[in-house]
Nanobody, 123 residues
Framework: ARLAESGGALVQTGGSLRLSCAAS????????IGWFRQAPGREREGVSCINIYSGTTRYADSVKGRFTVSSDRTENTVFLEMNSLRPEDTATYYC?????????????????WGQGTQVTVSS
């Protein structure tokens, strides 16, 4: 199985971006996709996750109300819609996956990772 992120860009404070995570090679629809981010000098942070089978979602407190995760099962793609972006959202964003029915924003659960996409929010 493989994941590929896209959609990262430079945006001004208050702007919006939509990241995509294209999934391929998954043998079952019962898996979870998580979004994580890592800024230079900082630990990786869980942002959001979605269970592809049930549609259940979870969010970190830092992005609740601003970010929305969704999936297009026909296209095997997960999206992260990011609104009201702040400079502190600047990071490399990764999507990751693991099989299971419980969506957790905990990177230790995830064994399949994409290459990352850079999001920079200017002040």
């Amino acid at each position: 199985a493989r994941l590929a992120e896209s959609g990262g860009a430079l945006v001004q404070t208050g702007g919006s971006l939509r990241l995509s995570c294209a999934a391929s090679g998954f043998v079952s629809g019962r898996y979870n996709i998580g979004w994580f981010r890592q800024a230079p000098g900082r630990e990786r942070e869980g942002v959001s996750c979605i269970n592809i089978y049930s549609g259940t979602t979870r969010y970190a407190d830092s992005v609740k109300g601003r970010f929305t995760v969704s999936s297009d099962r026909t296209e095997n793609t997960v999206f992260l819609e990011m609104n009201s972006l702040r400079p502190e959202d600047t990071a490399t964003y990764y999507c990751a996956a693991y099989y299971g029915m419980a969506c957790l924003v905990d990177s230790r659960q995830y064994g399949i990772w994409g290459q990352g996409t850079q999001v920079t929010v200017s002040s």
